[in-house]
């Protein structure tokens, strides 16, 4: 019984001891991203480029309103076949106005995620020098809780796909 108490502290005092070598840190990588200048550069370059097609847009809607209070001030003196003409390039102009800006969204969303691309990698570099330098095991994103930087040692996929005999 002694023999067993005794092995179960030597495991235990030596778990304790490989927990203690391990070293987990934690950053809050929004707000590292906030204060980098170049996300700034990035983020107002974007708002450039999504001021284009706010701009197409608002001339497009100043367009449409113009049509539809035109066609209401002149409806009753037209035709048929004048009016159905008019409310077709209305509604192909609020087709147009639709499309655009849906385009715009995608097309800011891709510029936006194409400059942000250079500078989350270069932070994540950043933070992965950090966590070797100081010797981190683990550092986890405080802004979401991901897990950032891992040593590749602590990696258990290799023992337990042993463990269930994958090759």
Do not use: W
Not at 23 to 36: P, V
Not at 59 to 78: F, I
Not at 148 to 162: G, I, P, R, T, Y
């Amino acid at each position: 019984m002694k023999k067993i108490i005794t092995i179960l502290a030597v495991c235990l005092l030596t778990s304790f001891s490989m927990q203690a070598q391990q070293k987990i840190g934690h950053i809050n990588s929004q707000l590292l991203l906030s204060i980098m200048p170049q996300m700034k550069k990035a983020q107002d370059d974007v708002k450039k480029y999504a001021q284009t097609f706010q701009t197409k847009l608002t001339a497009m809607q100043k367009e449409y309103d113009a049509k539809v209070k035109k066609l209401q001030a002149e409806a009753n003196g037209m035709s048929d076949a004048i009016k159905e003409v008019q409310i077709k390039e209305i509604q192909d102009l609020e087709g147009r106005i639709v499309q655009l800006s849906k385009t715009g969204e995608k097309k800011v969303s891709e510029k936006e995620q194409e400059l942000a691309a250079p500078i989350i990698k270069k932070a994540d570099v950043a933070i992965k020098a950090v966590a070797k330098e100081q010797g981190f095991s683990y550092v986890i994103d405080s802004s979401t809780g991901a897990l950032l930087h891992a040593e590749s040692k602590d990696n258990l996929l290799d023992a337990v796909k042993a463990k269930l005999g994958i090759k």
